[in-house]
């Protein structure tokens, strides 16, 4: 258990379809973040969420929607996604933005468009 | 901007070898330093950190030390096992307003018994 949780694990979904992948974390964490993992890829940031108002969006494509309704939940709806889209979808959460604090990372979703 | 170089992989040893991961950074002021491991299906844990110059990290045998002047933060084991077969990915934080883990992109290790 490492204090991340994501659900599901796997998604496979079609072009068409809308779906969310969900973050939750009990640490008593401030800050929360997805990352999406492609293949012999860098981490790529995308969203990250303090005290529930997202302070930083690096230019990720309105398909992907995130959602905080509170400090211990964190989504990421998708819709109309592309096959350029598959990859690992990673939530972390930190207890607070700043320097010394490392990341408490969620196992993950495998996300497959097809 | 703010960014890390890992040495490329995959990086492959025999069981007991030394292992060294090297990794270089770029950045503003007086970043923290971090390395996380992935093992396979699963996500990324903190393996060690280092918040000042000469801090040495150190966990499960795995040691970076934090060197200003040559702005590094290599990993070293002196005994490397089959479990620590996995990606490493090295990383910094610098105060900002959103706390941005920078990451790089990963060296993949595989130890063979």
């Known amino acids: 258990e490492t204090g991340v949780t994501q659900t599901p694990r796997h998604l496979v979904m079609g072009m068409t379809n809308k779906k969310s992948l969900k973050c939750e974390q009990h640490l008593g964490h401030n800050a929360m973040y997805w990352y999406k993992q492609s293949a012999k890829k860098p981490l790529e940031l995308m969203f990250v969420?303090?005290?529930?108002?997202?302070?930083e969006n690096n230019s990720v494509p309105s398909r992907f929607s995130p959602e905080c309704p509170n400090s211990s939940h964190l989504f990421l709806h998708l819709h109309t996604l592309q096959p350029e889209d598959s990859a690992l979808y990673l939530c972390?959460?930190?207890?607070?933005?700043?320097?010394?604090?490392?990341?408490?990372f969620g196992s993950g979703t495998r996300l497959t468009v097809v | 901007g703010d960014s890390v170089t890992q040495m490329e992989g995959p990086v492959t040893l025999s069981e007991e070898a030394f292992l060294t991961i090297n990794c270089t950074y770029t950045a503003t002021g007086y970043p923290s330093l971090f390395w996380y491991v992935q093992y396979p299906g699963e996500g990324l844990q903190l393996l060690l950190k280092?918040?000042?110059?000469?801090d040495k990290g150190s966990n499960k045998g795995f040691e970076a030390t934090y060197r200003k002047e040559t702005t590094s933060f290599h990993l070293e084991k002196g005994s490397v096992q089959v479990s620590d077969s996995a990606v490493y990915f090295c990383a910094l934080v610098r105060p900002s307003n959103t706390g941005k883990l920078i990451f790089g992109q990963g060296t993949t290790l595989q130890v063979k018994p």
């Open positions: 280092a918040t000042k110059a000469d």
């Open positions: 972390a959460s930190s207890q607070d933005k700043g320097q010394g604090y490392g990341y408490t």
């Open positions: 969420y303090s005290l529930e108002e997202r302070v």
